[in-house]
């Protein structure tokens, strides 16, 4: 059994029109839910083994503010094709991970998180920035996970929903 957290970046601004999508840093409202989620982690003895984020300045941040707050050891390990991922791109990257790690946090983007979310656990849940979904995969190794494969919903955490 391995264990899947996901999570989709904070807020981001959009103040400065001149930035590429990619580049676009996050609000203050997203740096304060990044942090909330890693305290989040923390304190549900949900701190990941290892962490997966999107190239985007908007994702690696909500990765670092999570990590920092969760208090994470390890490296963030920066994946570009996780920049607006489909499911089966999350799956590719997910299925390299060294087995060694049970417990496994994304940081990426929507529509892709949401639609991989609905497709692991087989239904439809909303998931707006700096959402947290804890998902139990029924495998024993990472390269076994498939589009396939469906996982049970053991959590899910909203940033207005929780205090």
Request: charged share 25%; net charge neutral.
């Amino acid at each position: 059994m391995k264990t899947l957290l996901l999570l989709r970046h904070g807020k981001s601004s959009w103040t400065d029109t001149s930035l590429a999508d990619h580049d676009r840093p996050l609000k203050k409202r997203g740096r304060e839910a990044a942090k909330r989620m890693g305290r989040l982690i923390r304190e549900l003895n949900l701190v990941p083994d290892h962490i997966l984020t999107s190239s985007a300045a908007r994702a690696t941040a909500t990765a670092q503010l999570a990590a920092t707050e969760a208090k994470f050891d390890g490296a963030v390990e920066v994946v570009p094709v996780l920049y607006h991922a489909d499911p089966s791109a999350f799956v590719a990257i997910v299925s390299r991970v060294p087995n060694q790690f049970e417990r496994v946090l994304v940081v990426g983007h929507n529509p892709g998180l949401e639609d991989w979310l609905d497709r692991l656990i087989g239904h439809v849940e909303t998931f707006p920035t700096a959402a947290l979904a804890q998902i139990e995969l029924p495998v024993d190794s990472w390269l076994d996970l498939s589009t396939d494969t469906r996982g049970a919903l053991q959590g899910l955490w909203r940033p207005k929903e929780i205090a």
